[in-house]
């Protein structure tokens, strides 16, 4: 392979997206050691995936400040190396987002002026293919991964525009509003014949309508929303207690997190399509529903980007013996969620590349709920992985 | 299969011993869920192995006291479950145990007698298999196996009887005082054909001597230590660290347990048997050892046998960020370790039946430090399980 | 004193009803050491507090089932004292509570039927005065506290009538459908010469109606809402913090709890009052706001009574540095409220004889939200109390 | 007051000491905020204490390397700080340690050398009283200071050295090997009419013969060990515990750190001295001690000065039931120490200024085990504050 590839990310002046570029230019510029990129394991050395060190980065993105500024803005990368990339020009080419879809009220609160930029389905459409031709030519690219990073986005109330591709395309015309950005994106994408991964939970690639799509245009997709903290720690435990037999009684889980993740959470819009993509994993696991598991997520700003995560597992044992289990996440979301972003660009352009397409189901160890897989168990999903490197 | 078979279990007056034998009888008089039995998952029901409800129970000690009070003393079993077994004269065969090899003083002070029975180890082999021959008739069983739940024993110091069964067997002939009574147990069980289950960290089935020795007569064996709570999480959160390519700088792991095991590994001598067998995982499983582990146990009589485990953990991500995550685990060690000495039982018989001898490594799972495999991931562990099974 | 005293309890069969008469049946018939009753430390010996052996408990439910049933239901008294007293006839006067005020729905769904006692306001207090009668004279009693135990209510909407005794009387001519049991029940009170503890945050003893009232008929009263778990440790930590000039940033606290008192708390319009009385603590003791503080409840089946709090505390030191502290509490509630029930009642008791009346503020330690006092500081609450009684 | 004041520090390249200079300088430079310093709140301002701005910091290390570099390498404060801090010159005036005493084989291995200054202590004392005098002209100073921040000394074996003054003195004459350098600074110091901070649990002013030379001189001192993370919180749990009635079963407290403090403390010499100091405060504050009380220091060198401390407490309750509380502290020690040092310099000053003299016991609150007061409750110490400041 060894050709230069892009990754065009949606929302790259974000904590993850910001968090990207700066990783990349990192290892690009200052020997940056690659931790926590799964692709640079010694068992993909023989893949011959994407060079890093010719790896461009860009982007969409509904805020419209400079990239350095909101790499700073979010505080998730040091200040030593902030101050190394600064001087040396770091440019990233950003794109402005086309307004579609369900506005995020809280983002508007914050000063972010979508209004200049309304535009039809089709509009934002012919957009996106333009900025993806763009971004080709001016870096030189042999080719160009898409990957979702915006907020998570409302669930779909009429679900009949998705149940089909053509359902959708007549959707398109009528510029129905219940066409959210997301679907968009990755419309556009398919159609380009660009690969599209979904690392939110927001319905994209994983609807009926752009699975059939993805197929007819031969295109390698995955998703949905990356899984960095919790829900991957709970898909290592879970699989423990399935092969233990013990017993799970009750599963609580609270999160706290103060970046722009946390305060779109505290909608109760956004937070249902979210707490929805991290409840389904245990009775998966254990194979039983019996058990009583709730999740909690709050914004609480003092943290920042460092997300804390605490659980409590309440199981049971030989005679009943009733125990439990505790947990402390002290993890960085975005210095997490990066470096996935990352190596799942680079594997669906792999498989892009082998031939392969439709839903990447041997990515699922990347993903909180992924799409036609119900198996959870981190351990099944990367066995998934192996066989398929191998 | 469906025959009759036994368990003999060295320390069957021990917390974990009177745990077994009182959660058997549950389930044969009461109708107890067999919560925690491996063996009882859908996985395993094929198998058609030994019935649990005309399961023996028996075996040796060094405290001669009723098993009915030792149960009571260990304040493991509920009452209601007591009051219930007592009044149906629970019963288990009990045989004195010959005193052979280092004595344990933290015991003896305890008010053990352990001089009436000073035997040569010649003896000992004799009366052993004696034993084993009583409580095979008695209780009219086809099968029998022994387990080793007695308390850790010390590193041995001189390692040459140990290295070849000649050597060994000629260190028995000279009554040499370096043999501990584990190797006593395993030896005479493997001459009478009965297979053994080292649940211990001490040296029996997995030196040289021995597992020549159990080839040669074709009995399946395995051991050590068996996996209950720290380490089992240990080795489900490493394999996640390591498929994530987040690096491991520190684990700091620290337990506090009341019970009799915590008093015994109090004592220097005995702490360094359990503390190397908990070592080894880590970097086994991450492929580098350049961390800092570190692992404490501490006796604290306030828990009884209601352990609990604390670890912290410090790895690095992305631009080298650093994380943690903190357990707090609160389990019961004689709860979690009793259905497990069951499974392996069971499976150890079901191999020996199959005519399989020598290590079982495909029990892997099961124990801290499994016999001849370096694999501590315990999901590459239950695929061996699900492989041989199958 | 040594004259005979007792308790009226709104709210006996609940979780700390049951758990206060159990409590008590222990101290007179098995000896029971009185653990966690504060007046009972050397401290408060020659105050000559009512004997607890000649101690009577009873009041009012709209549960109408047995008191055994109630109290083997909640499952906070261990079995084996349940068995005890069993046998023994343990009995209390149970009265039917008055059907008064907004409806707790949960409860109702959960089969409690209310509506066959639906009465006047001026009916209901009359009720309540004659129980209090009634309960003295079968009882032999000298004396009567009755402390509210109930359900925490909704915030009162319209204010107007709790701002003047006057306006409260005419709101009680009127059946003023905002008045709800609490008020009445500490109304009927106070007119019967009785103290009264209110140890939940519903609005009581606290309104400016009825302050005026225990002054007017020289009454104790104290309140509100018992301090037992997490705030309480709040009141303690929030000083260390102030004595070491550390500068909290942020305080996060969840609770899980799976009794009745969590299902109510469940309902937004409950949750509100309590969450009002747990938010004040913090910036009072610490003499500045510029923090963030979140308090969480979440209803919890799989532990019962048993609840769990977890605390974030961030703080920062010396040249801006951050530090943390988390705190996970696994308290009882009600075996932690029920021996402060009897305090206060053995101790307003104390202030009525003495001819202390209105507000007893030195009773502030046992209160979440002391009525008429801001300092929330755990020990200047004590040196309070200490002062009082020397 | 608002004379110029000098604080000299027995170790001051150590973690704390540098962490005291910088802060200072940066107070004095860069209008920091003065964080953690007790002295600073609003209850002190009428003291007149000395004056943060002219304030001088000095003294004595065994380790010879420029004060700059020791700085950088604890990595205790901010590079930002740091980089600030160089370009403006930062100095601090320090003297070469006087080798008596025992030696510390830790830091002997870590290349310190302390041969070259081998002298009796006569001679020791003859230097420190001479870089006394230096250090006050060289700044223009009107007082000075000394606190003790050296690693933790062994515990002194023949104790009849120190138990009278005359006893003491005649140990110095004959140049008597038990006498450690702690006491050899206390006598020079107080010799010299300078108050002086024991920092640490080393044996100096506390000692019988030190108290009497204090009270003879007429000047103020006080000790031992200051208390900033788990005894700190200790000794604010336990008065709530106390004061609740709740019964203390078992408090297991561990330890880890992996700074220079962490190192000396592995060695089970100095750790005694530690572990004892720290193991009072618990019986002394409940007032029974038929607890089960565990300290463990555990050296984890991950974590540099970011100590953390974790606890688990098992209490009693009503009726005997069982709670726990768990505390997980993420301290840093030089940065919550730093601002004490300078705290206990201005009121020992302040005190000495009064013409109060012997022990300050008003100090008790800042120490872990402070001199001549048992009650260890930290809210009865702020009182004994409160009172000696009004």
């Known amino acids: 392979m060894q050709e230069k590839m892009g990754i065009m990310i949606i929302g790259i002046n974000g904590a993850i997206g910001t968090t990207v570029s700066a990783g990349i230019e990192a290892i690009k510029k200052f020997d ?49 190396l902030l101050d190394k990339l600064d001087t040396q020009k770091f440019n990233v080419d950003i794109y402005k987002a086309p307004k579609v879809g369900i506005t995020h009220h809280i983002l508007e609160t914050d000063g972010v002026n979508e209004t200049d930029n309304n535009v039809t389905i089709k509009q934002a459409i012919r957009q996106i293919t333009n900025d993806i031709e763009d971004f080709k030519k001016k870096n030189l690219l042999d080719d160009i991964v898409v990957v979702n990073l915006s907020s998570t986005e409302p669930i779909i109330k009429d679900t009949s525009i998705i149940e089909s591709l053509d359902a959708f395309e007549k959707a398109i015309e009528e510029n129905n509003p219940n066409i959210q950005a ?21 319905a994209t690639v994983g609807t009926p309508a752009l699975k059939d799509l993805a197929i007819k245009e031969k295109v390698a997709v995955c998703g949905n929303d990356g899984k960095t903290g919790q829900t991957l720690y709970k898909t290592v435990i879970a699989p423990m207690l399935k092969w233990r037999h013990l017993k799970l009684i ?26 929805r993509s991290k409840s389904k994993v245990l009775s998966d696991i254990l194979g039983y529903d019996d058990f009583y598991h709730r999740v909690e997520i709050n914004y609480y700003p003092p943290r920042g980007d460092a997300k804390e995560a605490w659980d409590n597992i309440d199981f049971e044992g030989w005679l009943g013996a009733r125990m439990q289990m505790k947990i402390d996440w002290v993890g960085e979301d975005s210095i997490l969620a990066a470096p996935l972003v990352v190596d799942l660009a680079r594997l669906i352009n792999y498989s892009q590349k082998k031939g392969d397409y439709g839903i990447a189901k041997y990515l ?27």
């Open 364 to 390: 699922s160890s990347f993903f909180k709920d992924p799409i036609d897989n119900n198996d959870h168990n981190f351990f099944n999903q990367i066995q998934l992985l192996i066989n398929y490197i191998k």
């Open 250 to 275: 009750g599963w609580y889980s609270t999160n706290i997190l103060g970046n722009n993740d946390g305060r779109v959470l505290e909608d109760p819009l956004h937070k249902e399509t979210k707490i």
């Open 182 to 202: 997301g679907l968009v994106y990755a419309y556009a994408a398919i159609k380009a014949k660009v690969p599209f991964v979904n690392f939110t939970p927001s």
């Open 32 to 80: 940056q050691e690659p931790i926590g990129l799964v692709t640079e394991l010694e068992e993909f050395k023989e893949l011959n995936l994407c060079d890093l060190n010719t790896l461009a980065v860009g982007g969409w993105d509904i805020i419209d400040r400079p990239h350095m500024e909101c790499l700073r803005h979010h505080g998730v990368v040091g200040e030593k």
